[in-house]
């Protein structure tokens, strides 16, 4: 049996204190990944390859197969439904949240969840004070001293759910010969995609894209080592998984880095960074004066024209809010220094706009790996059209009644990418998904094909000739005879066969068709309560009749 390639060898089996947490990986970030994966095409992608259950179709990765990811999922909670049974089965979308909760696996790996899309930084620890007294706190490891940008790190070769690894595992699960064989590949294609979503989606905390890496270092709980994000755990208390909003709309992005950053300003990181301020990017505390301008650390989000000093002496203070209505911080005068805070209830105001925003492009970018679509016309020859494909291979495969593909041909094809490659996706990553896009759908449509011109099966049942097996077949009606599967004799101890040679039955004896089968072939099946009633009558009348004679064996013969 073949192994799956080692896609998660490097994850470690030891959890470490929490200290550039995420999202919570098995609520929020489970919530965002059924969301968009219900938002996106997967499911009808599965259906397409074969997986008939689409996002539900049970996909199983043997744990003999995957030590590494079967030791590393055990890790998580059983009640939150991503984890397997023993066989290493578990549905497609439990698979897609297993890989969203595993990306933060050892919890090191979260400092490769951060990019400041102003100095392209991704994470940076505090000031030396800061980090020192955390260290002697959680121990030397839980500080990261730094990290991978994340959107270097979605291609990063140290990842474990990089690009590539979703590619490959995409591709086999298609190209593999057994159903098998095939299911373990696209479970494993799903974990890295879910652990992808992950890294686009931790890029929605507003102190992950504005360089504030000391807010997620703040004590959360009464222990010394649970550390993290505030806003990142009241997001996990207030929406815990089922409760995470699903999108409005679906982002479409050119490049895999376009979702992180891009040029027109139109990446998640570029988004949250300029609309939103972080606790240690908030306005810096001004003394009340006639024009009193605080200073900013970033120029956006800007601060109005005017702020209402007025409503700021109040005790609540007075709340900063961007153009949409959203609150973006409360700010309160008090011995006359104006101060700036993001609290609770902003913070949920925040969350209720942020987490959709967060899903939408997390659906865009599963659509974004699913993307390129073939068109077959089979006449007199087969033609294939391509549209939203780049330069690549495409791959023939054909598939038998047992469900075994086999390769039969492999064709170059050039297309626009070939001049263009796609810069955003890593060394090759354009073509490559191209390649992996026509293999998929070429794959696909000519498993389709052969399904619609396979034969229909005819019907096994042939023992009456009066049955017209042309229905079964879906060919033409047919009049239906009826037959009765229940029915009882006229005296009850007509059951008892004669005592004669039995041979030749015995010897000629076929079992009788099934219910299920005279269905098939056609036939109704009658059995009425009236009959039932009848036959439970005789039966009791007969075991009357014989308890009376063994009472009265004296007696003279009886009335008949």
């Known amino acids: ?20 947490a995420a999202w919570e990986p098995q609520t929020t970030h489970a919530g965002l990944a059924e969301q968009a994966a219900l938002a996106s095409r997967l499911h009808k992608r599965l259906v397409s390859l074969g997986f008939v259950g689409g996002l539900f179709e049970p996909l ?43 990306a933060d696996i050892p919890a090191s790996q979260a400092a490769n969840h951060f990019f400041d899309p102003t100095t392209g930084a991704g994470w940076v620890p505090p000031e030396r004070g800061l980090t020192g007294r955390l260290r002697e706190l959680v121990g030397q490891g839980a500080v990261p001293d730094k990290g991978i940008p994340a959107p270097d790190w979605l291609t990063a070769k140290t990842n474990p759910f990089n690009l590539d690894q979703f590619l490959n595992q ?40 504005r360089g504030d890496t000391a807010a997620h270092l703040e004590p959360l709980g009464a222990g010394p080592d649970d550390l993290g994000s505030r806003f990142e755990r009241i997001a996990a208390l207030t929406y815990g998984r089922l409760g995470v909003p699903s999108p409005s709309r679906t982002v479409t992005r050119s490049h895999l880095r376009d979702f ?35 200073r900013l650390a970033r120029p ?20 900063l809010r961007s153009p949409s209505g959203t609150c973006l911080a409360h700010y309160r005068a008090d011995h ?66 047992r469900g075994v593909r086999t390769s039969i041909a492999s064709v170059a094809v050039a297309g626009p990418a070939a ?11 354009g073509s490559s998904l191209a390649s992996v896009a026509a293999l998929i759908l070429i794959a696909l449509s000519f498993w389709t094909w052969h399904a619609l011109h396979k034969p229909a099966p005819a019907p096994q049942l042939a023992r009456d000739p009066g049955i017209d097996l042309t229905l079964a077949a879906g060919r033409a009606p047919a009049s239906i005879r009826s037959a009765i599967l229940y029915e009882c004799y006229d005296h009850a101890r007509e059951n008892v066969p004669p005592r004669n040679d039995t041979t030749a039955r ?23 309560r009236s009959q039932l009633r009848r036959c439970a009558r005789i039966q009791r009348a007969e075991r009357r009749r014989a308890d009376r004679d063994q009472a009265r064996p004296d007696a003279g013969p009886q009335r008949p």
């Open 336 to 401: 006359d220094v104006l101060t700036f805070s993001i609290d609770d209830d902003c913070v949920l105001e925040q969350l209720a706009a942020i987490l959709p925003e967060v899903a939408a492009y997390e659906a865009g970018l599963l659509d974004f790996l699913l993307r390129g679509e073939l068109t077959i016309n089979a006449g007199g020859q087969i033609t294939v059209t391509a549209a939203g494909l780049g330069a690549g291979n495409v791959e023939i495969l054909v598939e038998d009644d």
């Open 300 to 319: 956006q989000p800007a601060l109005p024209a005017r702020l209402n000093i007025m409503a700021a002496t109040r005790d609540d203070g007075a709340a």
């Open 419 to 429: 001049a263009a490659p796609d810069a955003g996706s890593g060394s090759g990553a």
């Open 170 to 209: 995409y591709a086999k699960a298609v190209s593999a010969a057994t159903p098998g064989e095939r299911s373990r590949y696209m479970a494993a294609a799903l974990v890295a995609a879910g652990a992808m979503i992950h890294t686009l989606g931790d890029l929605g905390a507003p102190s992950r894209v």
């Open 506 to 528: 015995a010897n000629s004896w076929q079992p009788p068709p099934m219910p299920a089968d005279l269905i098939r072939a056609g036939q109704t099946v009658i059995a009425t």
């Open 1 to 20: 049996m073949r192994r799956l390639r080692p896609l998660v060898v490097v994850l470690a089996l030891a959890l470490v204190p929490a200290s550039a």
């Open 60 to 102: 199983t990765i043997p744990p003999a197969d995957a030590p590494a990811l079967s030791a590393a999922v055990k890790l998580l909670s059983p009640t939150h439904g991503s984890v397997p049974d023993a066989r290493g089965r578990q549905s497609a979308l439990a698979w897609l949240t297993a890989g969203a909760a595993l």
């Open 260 to 294: 992180v950053t891009a040029k027109d300003g139109g990446g998640l990181a570029d988004l949250i960074a300029r609309s939103y301020f972080s606790p240690g990017t908030l306005p810096e505390p001004t003394r009340v004066s006639a024009d009193v301008k605080p």
